[in-house]
Structures are given as structure tokens and as C-alpha cells.
């Protein structure tokens, strides 16, 4: 397949994709910014006033890194795997894909793109409200550690929704390993306090979360402080990128719950 026709192959996925996230943005960027403004209110402004501080810094500064990457998980995950299930059994434009010359990494990348620009976008809206909550002031660390966890994540999340959505044979089927397992993942992963703060059997339980390996990175590039070492953080963001993008890979070039 010519690179001109990869291309405009890839930029229709993702065009269509992005159209539809913006024709109804009170569906995909609201309802997260309103959500995390909550969390700014209750666990920063009230609860804040009366922990002070966590790990040297203000308990408000300290979480906000972990409720925008909280925003970011949740809506890079949910729109990966609804655009997929819509495509195969509302839209049922799925089957012109598969019959088109368009290798699988590519409609990897299509159905994924989309995911990445919702969360990067969902993302960069609940800092813009954070800054309100923290004074105005938003302490920077490392930029170029902010934005690659931020983009990595939203990879990883996108590709996990795909492989929900490839096996998703309900709407049902969509919702619930959010609800179930990454809901959970997320509020276990050390958004709200340090790993340090907690019982040494509990420590043990949140160093196999791998939820907690990119709060803590993303939390580094804001704060300049962390509780792991931030290379095993990077190395637990890559190890979960190529993994995945090689089982979307292996189920789409297998055909596996893509046959109705």
C-alpha cells in the first residue's frame, strides 16, 4: 500500500474520530473537567486545609497531578473502546476496513489516535481548572517528563480500550472493566496520598498496581519528588505500550472478535 494512501487512510480513521469527540463535547471533555473540579473542591480546598502538606508540598499541589492523569486514563480508555464497539455494531463500518488493504498496525493506530487526542486535550482542561485551585501557581519540574507521560499514557489506555472494545460484545461489555478494574486501579494508584504513608502490607499491594508507576512519574515531572525510581517508571510505561500494541496487533491480524 503507497504511503499517500496509508496516510489518507489513517488521517480519515482519526478525522472522523476527532469531528465526532467535538460535535458532542458536552459528552467527552465536560463531564471530566466538572468531575475533577469536584475533586479540587472536596479532597484539595476542604480536606487539604486539614491534612497540610504531603511529602513537603501542599496536599492541593500534591494531588493535582494524579487527578489529571486520573482524567486522562478514564477518557483515553472510554473513547477507544466506544468508537471500536460503535464501529462494529452501530455504525458497521468495521467490515469496509477490514476488507480494505489497510494493514493492522495502521487501523491500530487510527482507532488509538482518536483516544490520544481526547485524553491529551481532557488532560490539559483539568490543569487549566487546577491552576484556579492551587493560587494561580503551577510548580513545572521537567516539562518533557509531564508530556511524555501524559502522551504515554494515553497510548496505553487507548490501545487497552481497543482490545475492550475487539471483545466487547455489549454495550455492557464496554463498561465494565472500568468500573471494575480500572476505577479501582486508578483511586489505589497513590492519587490522594504517598506509598510511604501506608502499611507495609499495603505498600506491597500498590507496587503491583501499574497505575501507581505512572502517577508516580507524571507526579515527578510536576513536583520533582517520587517513591519509586522514575526509570523504573518509564520502563513500566514502555513495557505496557509494546505489550499491548502487540496483543491489538495479534487479535485484529487474527480476526478475533471481530467475526458477527
Known amino acids: 500500500m503507497p504511503a499517500n494512501k496509508l ?24 463531564p471530566s473537567v466538572i468531575t475533577s473540579t469536584l475533586y479540587f473542591l472536596v479532597f484539595g480546598t476542604v480536606l487539604g486545609s486539614q491534612i497540610g502538606q504531603m511529602q513537603g508540598v501542599d496536599y492541593m499541589t500534591f494531588v493535582v ?106 454495550i455492557d461489555g464496554i463498561n465494565i472493566v472500568p468500573t471494575f478494574v480500572l476505577t479501582p486501579l486508578v483511586y489505589l494508584g497513590g492519587i490522594f496520598y504517598s506509598v510511604h504513608n501506608l502499611p507495609e502490607w499495603w505498600q506491597a499491594i500498590t507496587y503491583a498496581n501499574p497505575l501507581f508507576y505512572l502517577i508516580n512519574g507524571f507526579r515527578y515531572g510536576f513536583l520533582g519528588i517520587t517513591d519509586v525510581s522514575i526509570a523504573v517508571s518509564v520502563a513500566m510505561l514502555f513495557a505496557m505500550v509494546f505489550a499491548l500494541v502487540a496483543l491489538n496487533w495479534y487479535l485484529i491480524r487474527k480476526g478475533l472478535g471481530l467475526k458477527q
Open 7 to 30: 496516510w489518507i487512510s489513517f488521517y480519515t480513521m482519526i478525522r472522523k474520530d476527532v469531528v465526532r469527540m467535538f460535535r458532542i463535547w458536552i459528552q467527552t471533555f465536560l
Open 65 to 170: 497531578p494524579g487527578l489529571v492523569m486520573l482524567a486522562i486514563v478514564t477518557t483515553s480508555y472510554a473513547n477507544t473502546s466506544f468508537t471500536f464497539f460503535s464501529s462494529k455494531f452501530f455504525a458497521r463500518n468495521i467490515e469496509e476496513i477490514l476488507v480494505s488493504p489497510t494493514p493492522p498496525w495502521l487501523m491500530i493506530a487510527g482507532f488509538v489516535g482518536g483516544g490520544v487526542v481526547r485524553g491529551v486535550i481532557t488532560g490539559t482542561l483539568v490543569l487549566l481548572v487546577s491552576i484556579f485551585f492551587t493560587g494561580l501557581e503551577l510548580s513545572v519540574h521537567n516539562f518533557l517528563i509531564i508530556f511524555g507521560f501524559a502522551v504515554l499514557t494515553c497510548l496505553v489506555f487507548a490501545l487497552a480500550g481497543l482490545v475492550n472494545g475487539i471483545y466487547a460484545k455489549t
